[in-house]
Nanobody, 123 residues
């Protein structure tokens, strides 16, 4: 059974940092592009960042460029999102998602999602 388990969320003050983690089970992790998607209260899902299956190509939403870093460790079946200089508008439920194809925003389609981890940025 394919499973993605998200962790690492929390509450931080503006300017703070968090690192999210996603562990994959039940599939060959290194074969798939992966993404992070977030959903703020009252809004639809928003693609945040993507990484190809090798981990050598990354993509970012403009609003997080320079602040967030997506990475992966295929030996541990883990995906990460390092988030720095967090802003209140980053508050959302963050999900990792397995891509059917490319992790680029324009082409990303997903078949499995994690359960989500809450990030709250507030003073």
């Amino acid at each position: 059974e394919v499973q993605l388990v998200d962790s690492g969320g929390g509450e931080v003050q503006p300017g703070g940092s968090l690192t999210l983690s996603c562990e994959g089970f039940g599939f060959t992790f290194r074969y798939f592009d992966m993404t992070w998607v977030r959903q703020a209260p009252g809004k639809g899902p928003e693609w945040v960042a993507g990484i190809n299956y090798r981990g050598d190509t990354t993509y970012y939403e403009d609003s997080v460029k320079g602040r967030f870093t997506i990475s992966r460790d295929n030996t541990k079946n883990r995906l990460y999102l390092q988030m720095n200089d967090l802003k209140p508008e980053d508050t959302a439920l963050y999900y990792c998602a397995r891509c059917l194809g490319s992790a680029e925003k324009e082409y990303a389609e997903y078949d499995y999602w994690g359960q989500g981890t809450q990030v709250t940025v507030s003073s």
